[in-house]
């Protein structure tokens, strides 16, 4: 099984609507987890951390399920600029932080 | 404030040469990691690097070596070149290095081997 399993799509969703993406993991020791956003030839910028209890920032939420060893992010009311690969990823101790392949989204208008 | 800086910011090489890529980490941070990011695929671990010691490294030949700075900065050596190692080479920034601590990248060095 591999470590991280991401759908790479290409998920193509119309302006508003809501999109939602999985990332599994086979490590169970994983203890901390992140969305990065990656735009087009450009470097991974974290989107938000992965909290047990789950978090929101603003149309964002993101989802741990430990039980399940997966996290999931929510993008409600899709934005052109939302249109970027989100990577997911997981740290299981210092920094050697593993990543998804990445899910492509396009928002189209 | 400058924040993660990595050069050259692309470099075309031939198989067999070693290349040597930089990165200056953010002011303030002490640790420094390095990703290989083939295209299609996600940023795969090299190493971490925390005051000047080597903290992880991840499944790359030896042909891949690394070091770290009195003052933070780091380099990247890859020798003997090949094909497949052509990819974007990203160096990452944090303070410490902790767990859960939030990787700050840089635009990274695209490395292409002709």
């Known amino acids: 099984r591999k470590e991280v399993e991401q759908d790479p799509g290409p998920f193509n969703v119309p302006e508003g609507a809501t999109v939602a993406f999985n990332c599994t993991y086979s490590n169970s020791a994983s203890q901390s987890f992140f969305w990065y956003r990656q735009d087009c030839r450009k470097e991974p910028k974290l989107l938000m951390s992965v909290y047990s209890s789950g978090n929101e920032d603003g149309r964002f939420t993101a989802q741990l399920n430990r039980a399940s060893q997966y996290i999931s992010l929510l993008i409600r009311d899709s934005k052109l600029s939302d249109s970027a690969t989100y990577l997911c990823a997981f740290s299981g101790g210092y920094q050697k932080v593993t990543f998804g392949t990445g899910t492509k989204l396009q928002v189209i208008p | 404030d400058a924040g993660v800086t990595q050069s050259p910011t692309h470099l075309i090489k031939t198989r067999g040469q070693h290349v040597t890529l930089r990165c200056s980490p953010i002011?303030?941070?002490?640790?420094v990691s390095w990703y290989q990011q083939v295209l299609g695929q996600g940023p795969q671990f090299i190493f971490q690097y925390y005051e000047k010691e080597e903290r992880g490294r991840g499944n790359f030949p030896d042909r891949f070596s690394a070091r770290q700075f009195p003052n933070y900065s780091s380099e990247l050596n890859v020798n003997a070149l090949l094909l497949g190692d052509s990819a974007l080479y990203l160096c990452a920034s944090s303070l410490d290095g902790g767990l859960g601590e939030k990787l700050f990248f840089g635009s990274g060095t695209q490395l292409s081997v002709l």
């Open positions: 002011s303030g941070h002490k640790s």
